[in-house]
């Protein structure tokens, strides 16, 4: 920038431009680099001012400080170097406002489950279930000040199987779908229309896909069948779109010299899938599942309508009603165990919620060490 | 002799191998059709009782429009709210990982935001009903005294905070992840050229993403909008732990409204007979309701794609 204006000075000189020429906006003042932060500093002390006389509140104060800024810095990049840079700096600090506020109700999220989170957090939480904790035992432990009893071992294991049978499911479809669209399919009229129609699938809203087991093994096994595999065909309509999409971007960028060369040898076709394609893709199919699983994991919605709610451990995801973590969580607050006494209960959701962030976020991580461990080796 | 038994052995066994696993493959997409179709058709065969009852039988007793009418016009208040917030400020954390952060901080930004979008929608209900509800009390005090003419914030308001604005919000924060993240890598595929001659034209920074970055990311913005209205359109859990329902009210700080997925999560548990046909009938409508945004998102992008290689 300082290059051009100098070039411009250099112009002006050797050939006198008429006076009546308007000035270049580029050779215009800048404002010196003590302004902005000097505005910043003035305008959190006017902020704080403002929001005093209202009764001092932490986000009055940050929303005073935010738009006093925003007027003074935009109005004073305006008038030192003119209106496009204002504008300019105007829609910058939006967009610095934008992502901090972005990032508030995350950091607000998980400052939450973790201070209400980790007092609920033992080993009695861990491996003791919901059987025969009552509103009255919740009573007694908050009238003698004793340990919150009962925990979400049912829960976690509910949660468990169900993801895993839901994962067995949909693998299998998911993997086979995508082997189809990428090697049999081609860009065929069949191939075009399950593209199409797995991604209006991704849009499937939580609660139908649980809506549909609900109804289809509701007419095959008669009414209000609720069980653990009902709640895996659920979360299965949901995870199938997302282990099909993956799964096709990997095999998409498996190089095609590599199955020619496999065809050269002879081998078969289904066998250069299974030995060739596959192996090459598998770091990225196997971090598309993980993220998969990690997605369906906190799936509340369809458990509420599939498997019901137990306060027992139950194993068995083809008979009885189960509990997952989020069904859990949601039940702990929405009907305490104790009316009167809700604390117990509250710090049991909140427990089981930072067990399921944390295994959300394993999983997250996991899915990212996948990718990058068993990376395919790049040639040359 | 052994060699040719040997390879015809394995050609048989190879060929027979390749039916297999092809028809496999076919039989796994025609699979996904068919789930698609079954879930349209189990939807409505469990559903049909409800439009056959008498009207009168239906929650309500005014038929099953009047009773659904209410909750649809709540779904797509809630979704409205949420793309007013979540639209601008995603757009804006979009623009500024592709374009101003500093290149070697823009990607941990970007898991960052991405990590919004895997905290479970549970954990923002409860996020939503104890910490959001409480803290947006004053504000909706100071909402209901200034603004209060407007009938969107006529007073008085919820004392606990637990309205349709709160819905919003939470939903907002929910959706705003996906919005970031389709768009930035919209934003991030504009040509690099136009970005350059824009700026060497002497554009300012926004200029230049006036000119040559939001012009080319148009219909990606669209269908990350759309898709972004599809997931707030059907979900459940924050509005179900957030809203304390009640009838259709146009005011968005007192409680209640309602949404379908929230009508169906709250009341399906214990619904029987007519209820719980009325109940699939209502999800019926949603998936109905979404199946036709998701649909016109993925024409959108379907149709930009074909244009954006080119550059």
Do not use: C
């Given at each position: 920038?300082?290059?051009?204006?100098?070039?411009?000075?250099?112009?002006?000189?050797?050939?006198?431009?008429?006076?009546?020429?308007?000035?270049?906006?580029?050779?215009?003042?800048?404002?010196?680099?003590?302004?902005?932060?000097?505005?910043?500093?003035?305008?959190?002390?006017?902020?704080?001012?403002?929001?005093?006389?209202?009764?001092?509140?932490?986000?009055?104060?940050?929303?005073?400080?935010?738009?006093?800024?925003?007027?003074?810095?935009?109005?004073?990049?305006?008038?030192?170097?003119?209106?496009?840079?204002?504008?300019?700096?105007?829609?910058?600090?939006?967009?610095?406002?934008?992502?901090i506020l972005a990032l508030i109700p995350l950091a607000s999220v998980l400052y939450t489950v973790l201070e209400k989170?980790?007092?609920?957090?033992?080993?009695?939480?861990?491996?003791?279930?919901?059987?025969?904790?009552?509103?009255?035992?919740?009573?007694?432990?908050?009238?003698?000040?004793?340990?919150?009893?009962?925990?979400?071992?049912?829960?976690?294991?509910?949660?468990?199987?169900?993801?895993?049978?839901?994962?067995?499911?949909?693998?299998?479809?998911?993997?086979?779908?995508?082997?189809?669209?990428?090697?049999?399919?081609?860009?065929?009229?069949?191939?075009?229309?399950?593209?199409?129609?797995?991604?209006?699938?991704?849009?499937?809203?939580?609660?139908?896909?649980?809506?549909?087991?609900?109804?289809?093994?509701?007419?095959?096994?008669?009414?209000?069948?609720?069980?653990?595999?009902?709640?895996?065909?659920?979360?299965?309509?949901?995870?199938?779109?997302?282990?099909?999409?993956?799964?096709?971007?990997?095999?998409?960028?498996?190089?095609?010299?590599?199955?020619?060369?496999?065809?050269?040898?002879?081998?078969?076709?289904?066998?250069?899938?299974?030995?060739?394609?596959?192996?090459?893709?598998?770091?990225?199919?196997?971090?598309?599942?993980?993220?998969?699983?990690?997605?369906?994991?906190?799936?509340?919605?369809?458990?509420?309508?599939?498997?019901?709610?137990?306060?027992?451990?139950?194993?068995?995801?083809?008979?009885?009603?189960?509990?997952?973590?989020?069904?859990?969580?949601?039940?702990?607050?929405?009907?305490?165990?104790?009316?009167?006494?809700?604390?117990?209960?509250?710090?049991?959701?909140?427990?089981?919620?930072?067990?399921?962030?944390?295994?959300?976020?394993?999983?997250?991580?996991?899915?990212?060490?996948?990718?990058?461990?068993?990376?395919?080796?790049?040639?040359? | 002799?052994?060699?040719?038994?040997?390879?015809?052995?394995?050609?048989?066994?190879?060929?027979?191998?390749?039916?297999?696993?092809?028809?496999?493959?076919?039989?796994?997409?025609?699979?996904?059709?068919?789930?698609?179709?079954?879930?349209?058709?189990?939807?409505?065969?469990?559903?049909?009782?409800?439009?056959?009852?008498?009207?009168?039988?239906?929650?309500?007793?005014?038929?099953?429009?009047?009773?659904?009418?209410?909750?649809?016009?709540?779904?797509?208040?809630?979704?409205?709210?949420?793309?007013?917030?979540?639209?601008?400020?995603?757009?804006?954390?979009?623009?500024?990982?592709?374009?101003?952060?500093?290149?070697?901080?823009?990607?941990?930004?970007?898991?960052?935001?991405?990590?919004?979008?895997?905290?479970?929608?549970?954990?923002?209900?409860?996020?939503?009903?104890?910490?959001?509800?409480?803290?947006?009390?004053?504000?909706?005090?100071?909402?209901?005294?200034?603004?209060?003419?407007?009938?969107?914030?006529?007073?008085?308001?919820?004392?606990?905070?637990?309205?349709?604005?709160?819905?919003?919000?939470?939903?907002?924060?929910?959706?705003?992840?996906?919005?970031?993240?389709?768009?930035?890598?919209?934003?991030?595929?504009?040509?690099?050229?136009?970005?350059?001659?824009?700026?060497?034209?002497?554009?300012?920074?926004?200029?230049?993403?006036?000119?040559?970055?939001?012009?080319?990311?148009?219909?990606?913005?669209?269908?990350?909008?759309?898709?972004?209205?599809?997931?707030?359109?059907?979900?459940?859990?924050?509005?179900?732990?957030?809203?304390?329902?009640?009838?259709?009210?146009?005011?968005?700080?007192?409680?209640?409204?309602?949404?379908?997925?929230?009508?169906?999560?709250?009341?399906?548990?214990?619904?029987?007979?007519?209820?719980?046909?009325?109940?699939?009938?209502?999800?019926?409508?949603?998936?109905?309701?979404?199946?036709?945004?998701?649909?016109?998102?993925?024409?959108?992008?379907?149709?930009?794609?074909?244009?954006?290689?080119?550059?």
């Amino acid at each position: 920038m300082s290059a051009m204006t100098t070039s411009e000075r250099s112009n002006t000189t050797t050939q006198p431009t008429p006076p009546s020429r308007k000035r270049n906006s580029l050779a215009k003042g800048k404002l010196p680099k003590w302004a902005i932060p000097a505005i910043a500093g003035g305008s959190i002390i006017l902020g704080a001012a403002g929001s005093t006389l209202t009764g001092f509140h932490v986000a009055s104060f940050a929303i005073y400080s935010a738009v006093i800024f925003l007027i003074a810095a935009s109005v004073a990049t305006t008038v030192v170097e003119g209106k496009r840079r204002g504008k300019n700096a105007t829609w910058t600090y939006l967009i610095y406002a934008s992502f901090i506020l972005a990032l508030i109700p995350l950091a607000s999220v998980l400052y939450t489950v973790l201070e209400k989170g980790l007092p609920g957090m033992n080993m009695h939480f861990l491996f003791s279930s919901m059987n025969g904790v009552t509103g009255a035992v919740d009573n007694q432990t908050v009238e003698n000040g004793t340990p919150v009893l009962g925990g979400a071992y049912h829960a976690l294991m509910g949660t468990l199987l169900i993801t895993l049978w839901a994962t067995v499911i949909s693998v299998p479809v998911g993997m086979l779908t995508a082997i189809y669209l990428v090697e049999y399919g081609k860009n065929g009229p069949l191939a075009r229309a399950i593209t199409f129609f797995v991604d209006v699938m991704t849009g499937i809203p939580s609660i139908v896909a649980g809506l549909f087991a609900a109804a289809f093994f509701g007419l095959i096994l008669g009414p209000n069948s609720r069980m653990g595999i009902v709640a895996a065909v659920a979360l299965s309509v949901l995870m199938i779109p997302t282990v099909v999409r993956s799964t096709e971007e990997m095999l998409k960028i498996v190089p095609n010299e590599l199955r020619e060369a496999s065809y050269a040898l002879g081998v078969r076709r289904w066998r250069t899938i299974l030995k060739v394609v596959i192996p090459t893709a598998i770091s990225g199919i196997a971090s598309g599942v993980t993220l998969a699983i990690a997605r369906v994991i906190g799936e509340t919605a369809p458990i509420l309508v599939t498997a019901g709610i137990a306060s027992n451990i139950n194993l068995n995801v083809f008979a009885n009603w189960m509990s997952t973590l989020p069904t859990f969580i949601y039940y702990q607050i929405m009907t305490p165990t104790s009316p009167t006494n809700v604390d117990p209960s509250i710090q049991r959701a909140w427990a089981a919620a930072l067990l399921l962030i944390l295994m959300v976020m394993a999983l997250n991580l996991a899915a990212r060490l996948i990718a990058k461990l068993f990376a395919p080796k790049k040639g040359r | 002799m052994t060699t040719n038994a040997l390879t015809s052995k394995s050609s048989t066994s190879g060929r027979a191998g390749d039916k297999i696993f092809s028809g496999a493959a076919l039989g796994a997409g025609v699979l996904i059709l068919i789930t698609l179709f079954a879930v349209a058709v189990f939807l409505l065969i469990q559903a049909l009782p409800t439009f056959l009852a008498d009207p009168a039988d239906i929650s309500g007793g005014a038929g099953f429009f009047s009773y659904i009418a209410p909750i649809i016009v709540g779904t797509v208040v809630a979704a409205a709210i949420a793309l007013l917030i979540a639209t601008p400020v995603g757009l804006g954390v979009a623009l500024f990982i592709s374009h101003l952060a500093p290149r070697r901080i823009a990607g941990p930004l970007g898991y960052v935001i991405d990590l919004l979008a895997a905290i479970p929608s549970v954990i923002y209900g409860a996020w939503g009903y104890m910490v959001l509800a409480p803290a947006l009390v004053p504000g909706y005090d100071w909402l209901a005294t200034n603004l209060g003419f407007i009938p969107i914030f006529e007073g008085p308001a919820s004392q606990t905070g637990k309205t349709m604005l709160t819905a919003g919000i939470v939903l907002a924060v929910m959706v705003l992840p996906i919005i970031t993240s389709l768009s930035r890598e919209i934003f991030l595929q504009t040509p690099k050229l136009h970005e350059e001659a824009a700026l060497a034209l002497g554009a300012t920074r926004w200029e230049m993403i006036t000119t040559a970055v939001l012009p080319f990311a148009r219909p990606g913005i669209i269908s990350a909008t759309m898709l972004g209205l599809g997931r707030a359109l059907g979900e459940t859990m924050a509005v179900a732990l957030v809203l304390s329902t009640g009838n259709l009210i146009p005011s968005l700080i007192k409680s209640g409204n309602q949404t379908i997925a929230a009508e169906i999560a709250l009341n399906f548990p214990e619904a029987f007979g007519l209820r719980l046909a009325e109940l699939i009938a209502a999800g019926l409508v949603l998936f109905l309701i979404t199946l036709v945004v998701n649909m016109i998102a993925r024409a959108i992008i379907a149709r930009h794609k074909e244009f954006s290689g080119a550059n």
